[in-house]
Nanobody, 125 residues
Framework: QLQACGGGLVQAGGSLRLSCAAS????????MGWFRQAPGKERAIVAA????????YYADSVKGRFTISRDNAKSTVYLQMNTLKPEDTAVYYC????????????????????WGQGTQVTVSS
């Protein structure tokens, strides 16, 4: 089970940090991803991170502004979002994929096994 939180309303140029806490099975490893879905658009990958954290992936639109990280001791993955833009407005979802592989990281929604409920991020201009 995944529980995402940390969304909210922020002005352009501001920052937010999303968190996604996992509960349940602890006998396997997971890569994690953050996706977002704006109204009328498909859900798309924002960032992904491997089980150990040694591999990461970012969509071109967020490179240099967003940072994904994880704390396996707390079963939590984070998405630090800086220099937010109005086009970052969306519902953000965290997702987990059961895998021991560090690379390549999954970028398609169909590759993920578990999903959180989503948290709204709204960036005003």
């Amino acid at each position: 089970q995944l529980q995402a939180c940390g969304g909210g309303l922020v002005q352009a140029g501001g920052s937010l940090r999303l968190s996604c806490a996992a509960s349940g099975r602890t006998d396997t490893s997971y890569s994690m991803g953050w996706f977002r879905q704006a109204p009328g658009k498909e859900r798309a990958i924002v960032a992904a991170i491997s089980w150990t954290g040694s591999s990461t992936y970012y969509a071109d639109s967020v490179k240099g502004r967003f940072t994904i990280s994880r704390d396996n001791a707390k079963s939590t993955v984070y998405l630090q979002m800086n220099t937010l833009k109005p086009e970052d407005t969306a519902v953000y979802y965290c997702a987990a994929r059961e895998t021991y592989s560090e690379w390549p990281l999954a970028k398609n929604t169909l590759e993920y096994d578990y999903w959180g409920q989503g948290t709204q991020v709204t960036v005003s201009s």
